[in-house]
C-alpha cells in the first residue's frame, strides 16, 4: 500500500528525472548550435548521448564555448588601446619583412599587434641568468613593476622575488601582480596576502571558486610577462619556481626566455592591462605606463597575444602562415607535441615538400599523459619527413619556431591544444637575422645533447605501449 511519503518521494523523483532531461537534450542542442569543429561536435555529443551524467559533468567543467564571452568591452578596449596605438604609430614600421608582409598584415588584424622597431633582444636559455638580469631590472624601477606568472610558487625562489618586490613596494614603486589560480594552485593564501600587506596589488586570475568553477577551470592564463618601468619587459617560458632553479632529477631545465628593450614593451603593457582588467574590472590606460622610448637596436617584432574568446586563434594562426611558406627549413622546440589537425597536416606538407622540418621534444616529460599522446603523433609526423629528436639533457621546457633564417618566435605556446585553444597566451613574433642566427646556434647545441627518433625502430615498440598512447591521444584537447 502505497504511503503519501513514498507518493511524494516519486514525485519529486520524477521531477528530477524531467529536469535533468530537460538539462540533458539542451546541453546536446547548445553543443550542436555552436557550430564548432564538426568532429568535436560529434564526440561532445557521443559522450552526452552514451555517457549522460559523466559526460554532462565534462562538457560542464571542459566542453563549454567561451567565444562568445568578451574579454573587454569594445569602448575599454578603445580607451585603453588609445595611448600605445598613438605610440604605435610613432615606431611602427612601415615597410614590414619580405618575405613576412601578409603574415605581419594577418597579425596586426587579428590580434592589434603591430610591427614594432628599433627594439634590442636578449636571449636567455637558463632560469638563473634569466632571474638576475629580471632582478637588476626590478631593483632599478623607479615608477612601477607589473608581474605576471602562470605559476608563482611558493619556495625559495618565490619567497626571494615577492621580499624584493615588497621592499620596492615600500620604495613607493607601484607593483602589480597577477597569477593564475590554476597554475599556482599550491601557493598558499598567506603568501601572497603578505604581499597585499605590503602595498602591492595582488589578484589571481580565473579565480576558481565552486560556482564559477565550470566557467574557469579549463581556461587558463599561461602568460610569463615582467614590466618593468614601461622600457623592459621579459616574455618566454620561465615561471617563477625552484624546480626551474635547481633542474629535475634527470636533468637541467632548459628554457628560453627573452629580454626586451624598446617601444615593444609597450605592447607588454597593453597585454598585462588587458588581463589585469579582466582579472579585476580596473581599467588603467594612463599615458605614464607607455612612455616614448628611445631606439634600442635594430629587432623589429610583433607582440601577439591570443585568448580562448577571441574570434581568432591568433598565435595558432600565425604558425600556420609561418610553416605554409618556409622554404628552407623549419626548427621546432616545444615541451609537448599535441598538435591540432591544421598544425599537423601544414607540418607534414612541408616535410613532404622538401623543407627540413625539426622538431625537438623532451625525452622525458612532466606529465605522463601528455608524454603518452604526444607519442601517438610521432609516426604521422615522421612517415612525412618530419625529423623527432629527443633532447636528453634534462627537460626541455622552451617553446620556439625558427624559420628560413628570417623569423623566430619565442613565448609561452606550446604546440598543443591547450595553447591554441583554451589558454591566454602570448608571443614575440621577431624578424631580425641577427636573432634568428642566436637562436639556430642555440638549437644546434641542443641537438648535440638529442637524440633522434628512427621510425623503422618506433614501429617495433610493444602493442601495449601503442594502444595506450592512442588511447590517451583521445584526451589531448584535455591535456
Known amino acids: 500500500m502505497l504511503t503519501l511519503a513514498d507518493t511524494s518521494g516519486s514525485l519529486f523523483t520524477l521531477i528530477l528525472e524531467a529536469l535533468f532531461l530537460i538539462v540533458w537534450v539542451g546541453t546536446i542542442i547548445v553543443v550542436i548550435t555552436e557550430n564548432r569543429n564538426p568532429v568535436k561536435t560529434l564526440a561532445w555529443v557521443m559522450v552526452l548521448v552514451f555517457l549522460p551524467v559523466i559526460g554532462f559533468i565534462l562538457y560542464i567543467f571542459f566542453g563549454m564555448d567561451m567565444r562568445r564571452t568578451r574579454i573587454i568591452g569594445k569602448r575599454s578596449l578603445s580607451k585603453l588601446s588609445q595611448k600605445p596605438l598613438l605610440n604605435f604609430a610613432d615606431y611602427a614600421v612601415s615597410t614590414p619583412p619580405a618575405p613576412y608582409e601578409k603574415l605581419v598584415n594577418m597579425m596586426k588584424r587579428a590580434s592589434f599587434s603591430y610591427l614594432l622597431g628599433d627594439n634590442k633582444v636578449q636571449v636567455f636559455v637558463d632560469f638563473p641568468m634569466m632571474l638576475q638580469d629580471m632582478l637588476r631590472s626590478i631593483a632599478s624601477a623607479k615608477h612601477h613593476i607589473h608581474v605576471q606568472f602562470?605559476?608563482?610558487?611558493?619556495?625559495?625562489?618565490?619567497?626571494?622575488?615577492?621580499?624584493?618586490?615588497?621592499d620596492k613596494a615600500r620604495q613607493g614603486v607601484k607593483v602589480r601582480l597577477?597569477?593564475?589560480?590554476?597554475?599556482?594552485?599550491?601557493?598558499?593564501?598567506?603568501?601572497?596576502?603578505?604581499?597585499?600587506?605590503?602595498?602591492?596589488?595582488?589578484y589571481p586570475f580565473g579565480e576558481v571558486k565552486f560556482a564559477a568553477l565550470s566557467q574557469r577551470v579549463n581556461y587558463r592564463n599561461h602568460r610569463k610577462v615582467v614590466i618593468v618601468d614601461g622600457e623592459v619587459g621579459y616574455i618566454g617560458g620561465m615561471n617563477v619556481a625552484e624546480r626551474y632553479y635547481k633542474g629535475v632529477s634527470w636533468g637541467q631545465w632548459r628554457?628560453?626566455?627573452?629580454?626586451?628593450?624598446?617601444?615593444?614593451?609597450?605592447?607588454?603593457?597593453?597585454?598585462f592591462f588587458v588581463d589585469w582588467y579582466y582579472a579585476t574590472r580596473e581599467l588603467v590606460s594612463n599615458a605614464v605606463y607607455f612612455p616614448k622610448v628611445s631606439r634600442q637596436g635594430n629587432t623589429d617584432m610583433q607582440i601577439v597575444t591570443s585568448y580562448p574568446m577571441g574570434e581568432w586563434k591568433s598565435i595558432m594562426q600565425g604558425l600556420l602562415q609561418v610553416i605554409s611558406q618556409s622554404r628552407r627549413y623549419l626548427y621546432i622546440q616545444t615541451p609537448y607535441f599535441l598538435p591540432t589537425e591544421p598544425i599537423l597536416m601544414?607540418?607534414?606538407?612541408?616535410a613532404?615538400?622538401?623543407?627540413?622540418?625539426?622538431?625537438?621534444?623532451?625525452?622525458?616529460?612532466?606529465?605522463?599523459?601528455?608524454d603518452l599522446a604526444s607519442?601517438?603523433?610521432?609516426?604521422?609526423?615522421?612517415t612525412a619527413g618530419i625529423k623527432i629528436y629527443q633532447y636528453e639533457a634534462g627537460y626541455l621546457h622552451s617553446k620556439v619556431v625558427l624559420a628560413d633564417d628570417n623569423f623566430?618566435?619565442?613565448?609561452?605556446t606550446n604546440i598543443d591544444f591547450r595553447s591554441f585553444e583554451h589558454n591566454f597566451e602570448i608571443n614575440a613574433f621577431i624578424y631580425d637575422p641577427e636573432v634568428v642566427r642566436e637562436m639556430k646556434r642555440i638549437f644546434m647545441y641542443d641537438l648535440e645533447h638529442s637524440k633522434r627518433?628512427?621510425?623503422?625502430?618506433?614501429?617495433?615498440?610493444?602493442?601495449?605501449?601503442?594502444?595506450?598512447?592512442?588511447?590517451?591521444?583521445?584526451?589531448?584537447?584535455?591535456?
Open 346 to 350: 601544414a607540418l607534414r606538407n612541408a
Open 178 to 202: 597577477l597569477y593564475d589560480d590554476v597554475g599556482s594552485w599550491k601557493a598558499k593564501n598567506r603568501f601572497f596576502r603578505e604581499m597585499k600587506e605590503a602595498g602591492i596589488e595582488v
Open 255 to 271: 628554457d628560453t626566455h627573452l629580454r626586451i628593450d624598446g617601444m615593444a614593451v609597450n605592447a607588454l603593457q597593453m597585454s
Open 408 to 412: 623566430v618566435t619565442v613565448g609561452s
Open 150 to 166: 602562470y605559476i608563482f610558487m611558493d619556495d625559495a625562489v618565490g619567497r626571494f622575488l615577492r621580499d624584493v618586490l615588497i
Open 453 to 479: 627518433v628512427v621510425v623503422s625502430e618506433w614501429r617495433k615498440r610493444p602493442l601495449w605501449n601503442r594502444f595506450w598512447e592512442s588511447l590517451v591521444r583521445l584526451l589531448s584537447p584535455l591535456l
Open 352 to 370: 613532404l615538400a622538401g623543407v627540413d622540418v625539426r622538431l625537438m621534444v623532451p625525452r622525458r616529460g612532466d606529465s605522463l599523459l601528455a
Open 375 to 382: 607519442h601517438s603523433y610521432y609516426k604521422e609526423a615522421m
